[in-house]
T-cell receptor, first 112, second 110 residues
Framework: DVKVTQSSRYLVKRTGEKVFLECVQDMDHENMFWYRQDPGLGLRLIYFSYDVKMKEKGDIPEGYSVSREKKERFSLILESASTNQTSMYLC???????????FGPGTRLTVL | GEDVEQSLFLSVREGDSSVINCTYTDSSSTYLYWYKQEPGAGLQLLTYIFSNMDMKQDQRLTVLLNKKDKHLSLRIADTQTGDSAIYFCAERGGSYIPTFGRGTSLIVHP
């Protein structure tokens, strides 16, 4: 069974703090994704990575950066958290030769 | 760009059938998906259909695809309270990344 884990289920941070959200998958998937989910807006892609050290911007990359130093780990970084980044963050992974994305349980981030 | 539309809410009585509808704009869509998100959890792939199929059935789930109208539906027979969740429609065509709809919240009343 594919497992995608996220470092925290709930996180509360203050405006201006640097925030790291970690995602780990255990099935050697090449592709990893970060989405944010907001009520009424569905899923919006922030960044994705198709290989180690490779990254591509999604639809809403502003205010975020990512890091993929190892194949199994994809980190989302908020350099200076703002209140409009309060959201649910979902990580996903996918193998190159399949079409199924496997999602983690999500991290609910609140920025005060 | 591609767009996927679905209604935000659906309310049904336990035991009835639920039909969740989705429309998309990308005529090159090859794969169409339904994901389920239970409260407090990530998305789980429920089922998918290739664009060269009209219908796919899997136990209580039936997916219908009208490629001409770019319309996808998910029917859940004998809906149970455990089916209460948010259901996301998604499509992928030539793009590397799927496009998700906004999600339909299914509320099942006893």
């Amino acid at each position: 069974d594919v497992k995608v884990t996220q470092s925290s289920r709930y996180l509360v941070k203050r405006t201006g703090e640097k925030v790291f959200l970690e995602c780990v998958q255990d099935m050697d998937h090449e592709n990893m994704f970060w989405y944010r989910q907001d009520p009424g807006l569905g899923l919006r892609l922030i960044y994705f990575s198709y290989d180690v050290k490779m990254k591509e911007k999604g639809d809403i990359p502003e205010g975020y950066s990512v890091s993929r130093e190892k194949k199994e780990r994809f980190s989302l970084i908020l350099e200076s958290a703002s209140t409009n980044q309060t959201s649910m963050y979902l990580c996903a992974s996918r193998r190159d030769d399949t079409d199924t994305q496997y999602f983690g349980p999500g991290t609910r981030l609140t920025v005060l | 760009g591609e767009d996927v539309e679905q209604s935000l809410f659906l309310s049904v009585r336990e035991g009835d059938s639920s039909v969740i509808n989705c429309t998309y704009t990308d005529s090159s869509s090859t794969y169409l998906y339904w994901y389920k998100q239970e409260p407090g959890a990530g998305l789980q792939l429920l089922t998918y259909i290739f664009s060269n199929m009209d219908m796919k059935q899997d136990q209580r789930l039936t997916v219908l695809l009208n490629k001409k109208d770019k319309h996808l539906s998910l029917r859940i027979a004998d809906t149970q309270t455990g089916d209460s969740a948010i259901y996301f429609c998604a499509e992928r065509g030539g793009s590397y990344i799927p496009t998700f709809g906004r999600g339909t919240s299914l509320i099942v009343h006893p």
